[in-house]
């Protein structure tokens, strides 16, 4: 969610995470083990009747813990900086695509794969209108306003707690109180301001002495300082720590009959090879719209150059990346068993996803982001894998 101002390059990036082994993506695994199937885990545990796939056991209040960007295979490699996290994992959730904040964010708040709550990307088209969506910051060409519940209608996990008489909180920075993504993925939800840490875990604390209680807390500067200087570099290490140990109080505030889960929005590589889309000739012709970001790419063809724009996009970024038309994204699963006829054509008519350490860059609509260390939104494990911690005393 939350996006740097400036990158730094002081520190060396670490090495992207083993490159893929294999070539094939690492499909979400959703109805079984992905985002969208915590939220109803969790209000199962609360004893609402919904289906508790992930097997959580009874509790009266939980709190969810999301750290933006704390991919599994992250943690793992420095397990050693956050001993608590590493030591507490007790399984491996998939993120859902692509492995982006907003889309995440949103399965969370819906326990719906993307493909039925239609946050199918960071920026989107809006069907028939001729321009995209950003859908973090929820701004629209000249200012326009997008209606939160139009554009994500679902009823959320918060109101649906509420109906069984549970009390739901959200604990994070001011600054996203009210935003057009909070408003959409956060719905029914009593919005509890917080910046420092000290604060977070004192809100959760004192949340989480109501008789029932659904808590979620957001921390996004481990995915913030890993944009700028990549996942493993010194500064990324140290927010990891911090991380850890707001973790490890958040365990020990917790009231008797409760439990804490811990989990990402999504992992993250550290790109070494950029292509830059907007002036790659291949890459750029039939091209209306370029959408998604750099990990994930919605490519929205001119009329009648779908197909020219996918042998393009095929042939140039072969080897490194999974390059497929909208239907094949679609029949494959990559935003769950289905996709609603309403969200069909906010997709590209080309989605394109590295495998390989490459950003897909536009460098002129997004100078910030082209010069990123870290990125995140494919189909890799270590951009899909994400950890679940739990923690309880019940
Ligand atoms: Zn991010």
Request: glycine share 8%; charged share 30%; net charge neutral.
């Given at each position: 969610m939350s996006e740097p101002q400036k990158p730094q390059k002081s520190q060396k990036p670490q090495k992207s995470?083993?490159?893929?082994?294999?070539?094939?993506p690492s499909i979400p695994r959703y109805g079984?083990?992905?985002?969208?199937?915590l939220p109803h885990s969790l209000l199962a545990s609360l004893g609402v009747d919904a289906p508790n796939r992930l097997q959580l056991a009874p509790a009266d209040r939980v709190c969810l813990f999301v750290v933006d960007g704390l991919g599994a295979e992250l943690l793992r490699a420095h397990a050693d900086r956050a001993p608590f996290l590493a030591a507490a994992t007790a399984s491996t959730l998939t993120a859902g695509f692509p492995a982006t904040t907003v889309t995440s964010l949103c399965s969370l708040g819906t326990g719906m794969p993307p493909g039925e709550h239609g946050?199918?990307?960071?920026m989107l088209a809006v069907p028939g209108a001729g321009h995209l969506f950003?859908?973090?910051?929820w701004t629209l060409p000249g200012g326009a306003f997008m209606d939160p519940a139009e554009w994500q209608p679902a009823e959320t996990v918060f109101q649906r707690a509420a109906a069984a008489g549970i009390y739901t909180a959200y604990v994070a920075?001011?600054?996203?109180?009210?935003s057009g993504l909070t408003e959409a993925v956060y719905r029914g939800v009593s919005y509890l301001a917080a910046e420092s840490v000290d604060e977070r875990v004192e809100r959760v604390r004192a949340a989480m002495v109501e008789p029932r209680a659904h808590v979620t807390v957001y921390y996004g500067d481990l995915d913030a300082m890993g944009h700028m200087t990549g996942w493993g570099s010194k500064e990324w290490l140290d927010q990891l720590e911090i991380v850890d140990r707001m973790a490890e109080r958040l365990a020990a505030d917790l009231p008797p009959g409760s439990a804490l889960y811990v989990t990402a929005d999504h992992g993250m590589v550290n790109a070494t090879e950029r292509v830059n889309a907007e002036t790659h000739p291949a890459l750029s012709q039939g091209v209306a719209m370029l959408g998604g970001e750099a990990r994930a790419r919605h490519v929205y063809a001119e009329p009648g150059a779908a197909g020219q724009v996918l042998d393009a996009w095929r042939e140039s970024l072969g080897g490194k990346a999974w390059v497929v038309s909208r239907q094949e994204a679609i029949d494959s699963g990559w935003f769950g068993p289905r996709v609603r006829q309403e969200w069909v054509e906010r997709i590209g008519d080309v989605v394109a996803v590295p495998h390989s350490a490459l950003a897909i860059t536009a460098p002129a609509a997004h100078p910030i982001e082209a010069l990123f260390t870290g990125y995140h939104g494919s189909m890799t494990t270590a951009e899909q894998h994400v950890p679940l911690v739990e923690v309880s005393t019940r």
């Open positions: 995470p083993k490159a893929q082994k294999s070539q094939e079984d083990a992905s985002l969208a199937d946050m199918l990307g960071l950003n859908c973090l910051r920075p001011a600054e996203f109180r009210g």
